[in-house]
């Protein structure tokens, strides 16, 4: 039995190319997948040895400011439910914004099982946002770098046990 993992956190962190990255061309389409919208995409994910179930909260980009925190909040708690541990993904170079601490909130009262990743960590101008992630209290921040690969084991070593 493998396990499921959730990518959440706010438009724009680098859900998504993460989610790439983990499935590449592996991606099943929701539409064939009997109670998933279009704005939770399941693929086949792969990281060195250990094959899951990887889930993305999309269709957040599109959201009026005003629609943005309730279907958020809905999709979120969904992808929670559906996985055995969420990646809580931030931004290091733009550090940890009050929407970020509404995802935490989320996921400290669903009782998630959590990773912490700060994404967009290569270079230097990730330093602060990594400082500022400990703050959320939900312990170390795996420095990430979606696009570049980076972090990659970091985020392995958090995986196996589920294996
Ligand atoms: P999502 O809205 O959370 O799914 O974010 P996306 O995956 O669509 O990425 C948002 C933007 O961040 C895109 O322009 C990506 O190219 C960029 N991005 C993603 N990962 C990284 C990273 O590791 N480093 C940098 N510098 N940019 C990234
Ligand atoms: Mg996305």
């Known amino acids: 039995m493998?396990?499921?993992?959730?990518?959440?956190?706010?438009p724009?962190?680098?859900?998504?190319?993460?989610?790439?990255?983990?499935?590449?061309?592996?991606?099943?389409?929701?539409d064939d997948q009997?109670?998933?919208?279009r704005d939770l995409r399941e693929g086949a994910a792969r990281l060195g040895d250990l094959?899951?179930?990887?889930?993305?909260t999309a269709g957040l980009e599109e959201a009026t400011d005003d629609s943005l925190q309730g279907r958020m909040r809905?999709?979120?708690?969904?992808?929670?439910?559906?996985?055995?541990?969420?990646?809580?993904?931030?931004?290091?170079?733009?550090?940890?914004?009050?929407t970020d601490e509404i995802f935490a909130e989320i996921l400290r009262k669903k009782n998630a099982n959590v990773i912490l990743a700060a994404n967009k960590a290569e270079g230097r101008a990730a330093e602060g946002g990594l400082i500022e992630a400990?703050?959320?209290g939900l312990g170390e921040p795996i420095a990430l770098s979606a696009e570049h690969g980076?972090?990659?084991n970091d985020l392995h070593a958090q995986l196996m046990p589920l294996a």
């Open 74 to 98: 809905r999709l979120t708690e969904r992808a929670v439910e559906m996985a055995d541990i969420c990646l809580f993904m931030v931004d290091a170079r733009v550090g940890i914004l009050p």
């Open 134 to 136: 400990w703050g959320l």
């Open 2 to 10: 493998s396990f499921t993992l959730a990518i959440v956190g706010r």
């Open 34 to 37: 009997p109670g998933v919208t």
């Open 150 to 152: 980076e972090g990659l």
């Open 12 to 30: 724009n962190v680098g859900k998504s190319t993460l989610f790439n990255r983990l499935v590449g061309k592996r991606l099943a389409l929701v």
């Open 51 to 56: 094959r899951f179930t990887v889930i993305d």
